[in-house]
């Protein structure tokens, strides 16, 4: 007596539809028909099973996840911003200057030469508004080109690393250079430099807080 059982296993399903096909392309047909449809079961089990890898890592990113990336970028590019203006406050302050001199510096892209000789005032809030805005964007652009980008952790932050150096050459040898020449002119040399390098290091948790944020939506 011969006892026929049905198999939940997905591989066999597979290996018993690879036999039929073996059996057709060398002219034999088995006894049981290749045109039987398979059993009920057979095809929830099939239907059930996983997509393959290749069109799983396929599907392009959604508005959504764009839209967290930036906002992670965006909150990483402040946070750096915030933690430069510290950095040129101490910095200032070892060289026996007033902790606002680089602020005022910035600002004299809004306020020109006289940035240079005014206190405490419009032009500290002018350029440490700059600072905090420039590294925003910053992080932005680094969340939506860089971050998502699959590398351990290390190479992560060597990424953000480089970045920030990027951005410095942008500003300093470039924006800066033509549209406010004071700033790289009487910016101390390492100063700016190390700065940004202290964005790169926040511009590395874009990918942590783009992870925290996508979970914070799925609850």
Known sequence: MILHTKTKDPRGVTAK???RSFHLDAGYI?????????AEEE???????????AAVGARPLAPANLLIRVLAGLQAG???????L???????????QH??????????????NAALWKGLGKATLAGASMQIVLAALSGILFAVLIS??????????????AWGAATYMMLYNFLFFHGAPLIPLYSPRSSPLLAYFLLGISLSRVEPIYQ???RAKLD
């Open 17 to 19: 539809l690879l036999d």
């Open 30 to 38: 088995p006894a049981e028909s290749p045109d039987k449809p398979l």
């Open 43 to 53: 095809a929830v089990t099939l239907a059930a099973a996983p997509a393959p890898a």
């Open 78 to 84: 402040v946070t750096g911003g915030m933690v430069m």
């Open 86 to 96: 510290l950095y040129f406050s101490a910095s200032s302050i070892l060289q026996r």
């Open 99 to 112: 902790w606002w001199s680089m602020q005022n510096l910035l600002g004299s892209a809004i306020y020109g």
């Open 148 to 161: 998502h980008l699959p590398a351990p952790r290390p190479v992560q932050l060597l990424l953000a690393l």
């Open 212 to 214: 925290h944020l996508s």
